[in-house]
T-cell receptor, first 113, second 113 residues
């Protein structure tokens, strides 16, 4: 039972354009969402997050949008740069003791020059 | 910056061997996690710990056990390694709080022959 889904395994975008990565979730108890970026042979690094009380959070070139009614979030990267080429994971969390994260399958983003 | 270190970057073991994966964090985090990452499946939680000597099963605990004798150290044990445990193993740590952010180590690529 995949509670967090990233339905696009890969995405290719031209440098300078917008990259949009999507994520859907099924558990309405999730109240916090995070995006991680992962390069090969490295651990994931935190990128940006959003609480369920907001619908948008922005940090430089990165913006996360949350649509609670649709149980959907997206990550926008503008403008896309070659260094953005990586695997992106969305994750969701409920308030609980250890605050576990549930991850999606990941989307491999390739930025083409 | 938080640092999470893992004992080995690459490990090759034989079927039936007992395997120990070590993880150490230097930021006095209460929570520690072990994940495995497989293509198309994202990060799946094996075990986590919210305090010394406390542990809880994640989504895929079968074939694994863990040990947390000290706050900074969380060990993953494969009692009898099997080929289907060939994977990338990622350790993470966090503190309880509003951000839910977990900090990851670089990962251990385990191959079981």
């Amino acid at each position: 039972d995949q509670q967090v889904k990233q339905n696009s395994p890969s995405l290719s975008v031209q440098e300078g354009r917008i990259s949009i990565l999507n994520c859907d979730y099924t558990n309405s108890m999730f109240d916090y969402f995070l995006w991680y970026k992962k390069y090969p042979a490295e651990g994931p690094t935190f990128l940006i997050s959003i609480s369920s009380i907001k619908d948008k959070n922005e940090d430089g070139r990165f913006t996360v949008f949350l649509n609670k009614s649709a149980k959907h979030l997206s990550l926008h990267i503008v403008p896309s740069q070659p260094g953005d080429s990586a695997v992106y994971f969305c994750a969701a969390s409920v308030v609980s003791g250890a605050q576990k994260l549930v991850f999606g399958q990941g989307t491999r983003l390739t930025i083409n020059p | 910056d938080v640092k999470v270190t893992q004992s080995s970057r690459y490990l090759v073991k034989r079927t039936g061997e007992k395997v120990f994966l070590e993880c150490v964090q230097d930021m006095d985090h209460e929570n520690m996690f072990w994940y495995r990452q497989d293509p198309g499946l994202g990060l799946r939680l094996i075990y986590f710990s919210y305090d010394v000597k406390m542990k809880e099963k994640g989504d895929i605990p079968e074939g694994y056990s863990v040990s947390r004798e000290k706050k900074e150290r969380f060990s993953l044990i494969l009692e009898s390694a099997s080929t289907n445990q060939t994977s990338m193993y990622l350790c993470a740590s966090s503190n309880p709080g509003p951000t839910r952010k977990q900090f990851f180590g670089p990962g251990t690529r385990l191959t079981v022959l």
